[in-house]
């Protein structure tokens, strides 16, 4: 009876090891697609970023040529600090927004927000404009 026992057990994790496991399903935003080495460098006012946005129809209507954006910074202890403010020069593309520095100083990975629309800045530029 233990040697029945022992057998099954064996196949059992015999059949368990041989077992592929399911492929991962998980995306994540890559920051090399968009940021180059030396990216980090704060962008003052005058500068141009670029902000990656949901391309939804609410971003759409939120962001317009011209229109002022808050930029906030999250720290590592989640707290939301305001470092600037951006304003929409042009639509690129279907999900950017070139747009330039007015005040403060921003850096890529931070947030441009204006109502319930956020966009994350980049300082490169996206694919879709080289």
């Known amino acids: 009876m233990r040697t029945a026992i022992r057998c099954a057990a064996l196949l059992l994790a015999v059949i368990a090891l041989c077992t592929p496991l399911p492929p991962a399903a998980a995306v994540s935003y890559f920051p090399l697609v968009h940021h180059e080495p030396g990216d980090e460098a704060l962008v003052r006012p005058g500068g141009k970023v670029y902000l990656f946005h949901s391309g939804t129809e609410d971003a759409r209507r939120a962001l317009q040529v011209g229109t002022q954006l808050a930029v906030v910074r999250v720290r590592p202890s989640c707290e939301s600090v305001e470092v600037g403010v951006v304003r929409a020069l042009a639509f690129v593309g279907d999900t950017y927004l070139e ?6 100083a921003v850096k890529p990975n931070d947030i441009a927000r ?11 530029q996206p694919c879709e404009r080289k």
């Open 99 to 104: 747009a330039e520095v007015v005040s403060g």
């Open 114 to 124: 204006i109502g319930s629309v956020s966009c994350l800045v980049l300082a490169a």
